[in-house]
């Protein structure tokens, strides 16, 4: 039996949505956290009929819905078809829409993100020079891509009639005016949209699939299709949020409802975002895959002939079991249990951290060689990244792999404007991978010669989450360059990673060591359980991080998130000097007598303008150690200590809680200098490594 969706409704006939109460942000997401577990909404889907004169309403057959955990204000219905000769896709959609703001609005917004690609003008390109100069203008003619919309349809409802409004789209630039930028289109509709009303529209567009531009394109017969079709913005209390598309930044939208119809060459292995219905052949060569999404806020996929399909399940004792899909490459085929693991452990220590991942699918993909789409996040769908050489003294696939799947619960279940806010999803999930990969991945550090290709494991340096996982060199380089508060999408195109990334992951392990892990992990658990399937801001975080905490850590805040401010603090001097002094005491002039003391200055430097409190242990000649605190505001300060024997070593942090200390080098001080030992140590290991060069050199040769 077949199970068909329509448009629910009260006895008088007024639509289930319209039972919805128009409250204030917080209410109505308290409200819709309590109220979709519980209740069931029925959709209505359309269809197009056979002529572009004509339009029938068609039951769609799809799964029963599921209680819903999200509004559920932003469905699609698509159908598209994928030709792999011109490499285009023929869509059309039907999207239905329901205001959940407390505001009216005459228009719709949508995202067109593949006209980024259409010229050098748009604003996409513009921004990348900026950031990475100009090898991407170079494409040949083949490798550009964009998208047109043919036809757009006002759905009749029963006070207005089926209403043409292709003439009533304009293209817009809300963000930088650029009259050359296609990559948002309003369109104007002829009534307003009250609060918790619905609209529904149909839309016919084709595209041009690029060569992979921002891991959306294609190479060879490898198609991944990411941002593909016309996707509604934000409407929110402050009115639409509908940015450009951004060469430094994710995207933001709405949860719904994807029930989506995919036509791709026969025999093609196709993966996606849901869970696929159903496969149709068709008389053409072509195959339609049915795939069928609830409370997700996006919609990717993938299709090439050559992937290899493995299964795998994730299980554990308190968590929902998820049954994992893996589409590899052949010359990766010895590393699926790779990405099973690093998906189990990912789901496991995430899951324990911060809460269950919520649905019971998710789909890796393992991306084509050159094709440029490795390492970014779908709803229930993410590509791995890693290469033919990957021996397992490292752990590149494991590292990318936890990455991306940790998105799943950063990005997929909590729905973060990454626009203008990228850090709430980049720098939390940068943190997190960074554990998991310290806890079950440990491994040695890898450099990449030639290009990538040939890996070299240098087993005497072990992997550190303090300068690896946090990235504190990338950090160094741009830590002054932006205010992290500011929007993502105005950070310089060049700093975006440091910003969003690396900072915040350096922020949050300092907060790991002030306040405790214990502590951290509930503010966060906390944030995750109340944010699920909506839009959380930054003071948001802030607040539960504070609650837990029981304290205001603005004065942190501030300066991480809402300053660019720079912490580096170091020893500046230590002075030992005899106890009974050297000169004129008492009228007698006394000349380094012995002394079983001695008087010992440390002098510490705040050189930034970054203020941490901070510890200072000093340790003497005869073994015994003092530790002092301070607060960190003056630019220097002086610890003096009386002690029979001479202080050998000062470091100001000794247990390296200020994890954003630019400058590590100058935070300590010894007696005897280090520097000759460690020269001499890397120096014989540097010509150890030459001599086996050569010998392998005189043996080749």
């Known amino acids: 039996m077949s199970f068909y969706r329509c448009l629910s409704t009260r006895p008088g006939g007024l ?69 792999h000769q011109t490499r285009t896709l023929t869509g059309r959609e039907v999207v239905t829409w329901r205001n959940t703001s407390l505001h009216s609005t005459s228009e719709l917004h949508f995202h067109l993100y593949y006209n980024a690609w259409r010229n050098t003008l748009s604003t996409w390109m513009k921004e990348r020079v900026l950031g990475r100069g100009l090898g991407l203008h170079n494409r040949s003619q083949t490798d550009w891509g964009w ?31 650029n009259p050359d930028d296609q990559t948002v289109l309003r369109v104007e509709l002829p009534y307003s949209v009250s609060p918790d009303d619905t609209i529904t529209l149909k839309i016919e567009w084709t595209a041009r699939v690029p060569r992979t531009f921002a891991r959306t394109g294609t190479i060879g017969n490898y198609y991944f299709i990411a941002q593909w079709y016309p996707k509604l913005g934000v409407f929110t209390d402050d009115g639409w949020i509908c940015h450009q598309f951004h060469t430094a930044t994710n995207f933001f939208s709405d949860y719904g409802v994807y029930d989506v119809r995919l036509t791709v060459p026969s025999e093609w292995i196709l993966g996606a975002t849901g869970q696929e219905q159903q496969v149709t052949d068709n008389e053409d060569g072509t195959a339609t895959h049915h795939y069928y999404a609830e409370d997700v806020h996006d919609f990717a996929w993938t299709t090439s002939p050559d992937f290899l399909v493995f299964e795998d399940r994730f299980e554990h004792a308190n968590l929902p079991d998820v049954n994992i899909r893996l589409l590899l490459q052949p ?129 005497d340096i072990p992997w550190s989450r303090a300068l690896d996982g946090s990235r504190l060199a990338r950090y160094r380089t741009t830590a002054r360059m932006d205010i992290q508060a500011t929007p993502t999408f105005r950070y310089w195109p060049g700093s975006m990673f440091s910003t969003a990334y690396y900072k915040t992951t350096l922020w ?27 839009h959380p801001k930054p003071e948001d975080f802030f607040d539960h991080i504070n609650a837990v905490a029981g304290e205001d850590l603005s004065w942190f805040f501030d300066q991480v998130h809402g300053d660019s401010a720079i912490f580096d603090y170091g020893i500046a001097q230590v002075t030992n000097q005899n106890s009974a002094g050297r ?25 930034g303008d970054g203020i941490f409190p901070v ?50 080098t100058n935070n300590s001080w010894t007696s005897s200098p280090q520097a000759t030992t460690a020269a001499t140590k890397w120096a014989l290991s540097w010509f150890v490594w030459l001599q086996d060069l050569l010998l392998t050199a005189a043996f080749i040769v």
């Open 615 to 664: 510890d200072v242990a000093v340790e003497f000649a005869d073994g015994h150690r003092e530790l002092r605190n301070w607060d960190g505001h003056a630019q220097w300060t002086t610890f003096q200590f009386e002690h029979s024997a001479r202080a050998i070593r000062a470091i100001v942090d000794p247990e390296r809680v200020l994890m954003l200390d630019l400058n590590y």
């Open 147 to 177: 998208i047109d919309i043919t036809n757009i349809t006002l759905i009749n409802t029963s006070n207005v009639p089926e209403t043409n409004l292709t003439n009533n789209a304009t293209f817009i630039a809300p963000d930088d005016a």
């Open 508 to 534: 949050l392990h300092t907060l790991e060591r002030f306040l405790g892990w214990d502590t951290l992990r509930q503010g966060m658990s906390d944030y995750y359980t109340q944010w699920t399937f909506a």
């Open 331 to 459: 010359e990766h085929h010895d590393q699926a249990e790779r990405h099973f693991e690093a998906t189990r452990q990912t789901f496991k220590y995430y899951g324990e951290w911060f809460g269950a991942y919520p649905y019971d699918y998710v789909t890796i993909i393992d991306p084509a060689w050159q094709s440029g789409s490795g390492g970014m996040e779908y709803p229930t769908l993410f590509t791995s990244g890693t290469r033919w050489l990957a021996p397992t003294t490292t752990n590149g696939p494991e590292q990318v792999t936890v990455h991306e799947a940790g998105h799943q619960f950063f990005y997929g279940v909590i729905g973060n404007n990454e626009v203008e806010h990228a850090w709430l999803d980049e720098g939390l999930n940068t943190f997190a991978t960074a554990r998991v990969v310290d806890q079950y991945f440990p491994h040695s550090w890898e450099r990449r010669f030639f290009r990538g290709f040939l890996p070299w494991t240098f087993t």
């Open 15 to 83: 639509p289930l949505a319209s039972t919805y109460v128009v409250l204030d942000r917080q209410t109505r997401h308290n409200g819709y956290q309590a109220m979709f577990q519980v209740m069931q909404r029925l959709f209505q889907w359309f269809r197009n009929s056979v002529t572009t004169t004509a339009f029938v309403v068609l039951w769609v057959a799809a799964p029963l819905a599921q209680a819903a955990h999200s509004p559920r204000n932003a469905n699609y219905s698509i159908d598209i078809t994928l030709d």
């Open 583 to 607: 000169g004129f005491l008492d009228g007698v002039f006394q000349n380094d007598e012995p002394s079983t003391t001695f008087d010992t200055q440390v002098v510490v430097r705040r050189y």
